[in-house]
């Protein structure tokens, strides 16, 4: 079966990223590589949506 070439959960979870909803960014990438593993808009989204959680644990980072 050919992976579905669908950028729109990449898109979402990029502009959920950007807005700062850093759950909803990686639920959205999270479903957009469960549905074709080749995009990787995805994961380059995903890694920094990921990185800022990560950063926003930190004190004094954001």
């Given at each position: ?29 999270e479903k957009a590589i469960s549905l074709d ?26």
């Amino acid at each position: 079966m050919a992976p579905v070439r669908n950028p729109g959960y990449v898109n979402l979870g990029y502009v959920c990223e950007r807005k700062g909803d850093l759950d909803k960014a990686v639920e959205l990438c999270e479903k957009a590589i469960s549905l074709d593993k080749n995009l990787t808009r995805a994961y380059d989204n995903l890694a920094v949506a990921f990185g800022r959680k990560k950063n926003m644990t930190r004190p004094g980072m954001l």
